[in-house]
């Protein structure tokens, strides 16, 4: 594995304007072209930290380095200044984000909204032209094996369809750090393993640096390699991925019992009785 650093945040904190605190001093570093799964409760700040390396949201404190080059990010209620400003934008050219939550424009097509990137200056390249735009939209589309679908509206696709689309749209701007939020979650069983093989695929090509949250402890463990736990804003543990499964860190051992115990037992949704789906990990 390459150990060269491509992106590392240091003493993140984020303080959202309700009074939130969802980061308390966040620090990771991210090796070029790894696959870093990161992992934690529910609330525990896996997205903020994501839209927070994204670029997209200001922070209260910590700092950035993106190829050794410090990132200026917004302090809450401050500014930044022109070239700061300017600077940032070229920066989110480089990292590409796949929201947890559906993300893409529901009136445009799935074209559109995959060339919208690439012909708007999302992409690395700059703006390019509509029909190089369009061609980008394309192969990227054809990358998550939504090729057919070009001219289709967003509304006519299933969600597992659209999480597709939602990928080819960050891999249009072609970036060098991609950010995966939860993209196996609120998708069916089926789809939850086409999406799992599509990232499986993204992640065994090597061509960039991937970085997925997910719940999917076995996904975590047949692509990532490393982990990283959150807990509480903070991250805990990161290390590779056999010495995470190992359990032989404390905080990670409560963090794999607690989920063993939620994957083992649910309740009926109409009886409310427990229920075992021994899920082993
Ligand atoms: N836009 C927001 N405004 C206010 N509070 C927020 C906002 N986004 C997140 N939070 C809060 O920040 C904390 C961290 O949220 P975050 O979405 O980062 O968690 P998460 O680890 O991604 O959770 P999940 O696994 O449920 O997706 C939570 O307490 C959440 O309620
Ligand atoms: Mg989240």
Excluded at 40 to 66: H, P, Q, V, W, Y
Excluded at 140 to 158: I, K, N, P, W, Y
Excluded at 179 to 184: A, C, F, G, I, Q
Aim: charged content about 25%; hydrophobic content about 40%.
């Amino acid at each position: 594995m390459n150990e060269r650093v491509v992106l590392s945040a240091e003493g993140l904190v984020k303080r959202w304007p309700n009074g939130r605190v969802a980061l308390q001093g966040a620090s990771l570093s991210i090796h070029q072209n790894e696959v870093l799964a990161i992992v934690g409760a529910n609330g525990c700040g896996k997205s903020t930290l994501l839209s927070i390396l994204a670029g997209l949201e200001s922070i209260d404190a910590g700092t950035m380095r993106f190829d050794g080059v410090s990132v200026r990010l917004p302090r809450q209620h401050g500014r930044l200044s022109t070239s700061d400003e300017q600077a940032l934008c070229a920066y989110r050219t480089r990292v590409g984000l796949v929201f947890q939550n559906e993300s893409l424009f529901p009136h445009f097509s799935v074209g559109v909204n995959c060339a919208i990137g690439p012909r708007y200056g999302a992409h690395r390249g700059g703006c390019l032209g509509a029909r190089e735009a369009a061609d980008r939209a394309r192969a990227a589309l054809a990358r998550v094996g939504m090729q057919d679908f070009f001219a289709h509206r967003v509304t006519e696709l299933s969600g597992g369809q659209q999480q597709r689309v939602a990928i080819a749209r960050a891999l249009a701007n072609e970036p060098e750090v991609l950010l995966l939020d939860e993209p196996t979650s609120a998708l069916d069983p089926q789809r939850t393993r086409e999406i799992g093989a599509l990232v499986r695929d993204l992640a065994s090509a090597r061509a960039m640096t991937l970085v997925v949250v997910t719940h999917d402890l076995q996904l975590t463990r047949d692509i990532a390699d490393r982990v990283a736990l959150i807990h509480e804003g903070r991250v805990e543990f990161v290390g590779k991925t056999a010495a995470f499964f190992s359990g032989r860190d404390a905080s990670v051992a409560r963090f794999l019992d607690a989920e063993q115990t939620n994957e083992s037992t649910s309740r009926h949704p109409s009886t409310g009785e427990e229920i075992c789906r021994s899920k082993p990990l």
